[in-house]
């Protein structure tokens, strides 16, 4: 157990629909990730969050958003989902922001769009 | 902009094989981190090391060892003596410095299959 905790593990839903994927970071963490892994994109940045504010954002839809709330657990917000956002989709935290900062990974979203 | 770049898609080896999973990047700062995670069958991505681009020297944990070659942009990792729970994608990433945002540019993986 990384102690990233996501929910849920496992979403099937229609296109067009909306989701949303929940994070607890591991205690003490103040910085939250996401990123979308999927077979022909790989692993990609979405967006990252520091106490409560955004700090960088990657490759990310507009259809997507994101925020982190007061006691630290982030949200990952799908909308008008295509079949192309089938993806599995971690949340990782560290203490702070540095780039030395190693991120652990939550055991991550799968979700399937049909 | 930074680069990942893990040229071996899958490699097959028997049990207790050395192997070597290669790692190129390419960025223009001078100062940077350098990672390598495992995704084994389950899912979940687990750390495995660290190592900052101003420490060249190798660095072995047990079966693992790392090899960081600064002249040639590449960040290598062996597993000697290869067993059948090592079976995983292994994932190079490399990050920069910067104190305001950090994120992790991911490598595409290279996919280590271990059989008896």
């Known amino acids: 157990d990384s102690g990233v905790t996501q929910t849920p593990k496992h979403l099937i839903t229609a296109t067009g629909q909306r989701v949303t994927l929940r994070c607890s970071p591991r205690?003490?963490?103040?910085?939250v990730y996401w990123y979308q892994q999927s077979l022909d994109q790989g692993l990609q940045f979405l967006i990252q969050?520091?106490?409560?504010?955004?700090?960088a954002k990657g490759n990310i839809l507009e259809r997507f958003s994101a925020q982190q709330f007061p006691d630290l657990h982030s949200e990952l917000n799908l909308s008008s989902l295509e079949l192309g956002d089938s993806a599995l989709y971690f949340c990782?935290?560290?203490?702070?922001?540095?780039?030395?900062?190693?991120?652990?990974f939550g055991a991550g979203s799968r979700l399937t769009v049909l | 902009a930074q680069k990942v770049t893990q040229a071996q898609t899958e490699i097959s080896v028997v049990e207790k094989e050395d192997v070597t999973l290669d790692c190129v990047y390419e960025?223009?700062?001078?100062?940077?981190?350098l990672f390598w995670y495992k995704q084994p069958p389950s899912g979940e991505l687990v750390f495995l090391i660290r190592?900052?681009?101003?420490?060249?020297q190798n660095e072995i944990s047990g079966r693992y060892s790392w090899n960081f070659q600064k002249s040639t942009s590449s960040f290598n990792f062996t597993i000697t003596a290869s067993q059948v729970v090592d079976s995983a994608v292994y994932f190079c990433?490399?990050?920069?410095?910067?104190?305001?945002?950090?994120?992790?540019?991911f490598g595409t993986g290279t996919r280590l299959q271990v059989t008896l």
């Open positions: 990782a935290s560290s203490e702070a922001t540095a780039g030395a900062n190693v991120l652990t």
């Open positions: 205690s003490g963490d103040l910085s």
């Open positions: 969050y520091y106490n409560g504010e955004e700090r």
């Open positions: 960025t223009r700062d001078t100062t940077y981190y």
């Open positions: 190592r900052n681009s101003f420490d060249e």
């Open positions: 990433a490399l990050s920069r410095p910067t104190g305001t945002a950090s994120k992790l540019t």
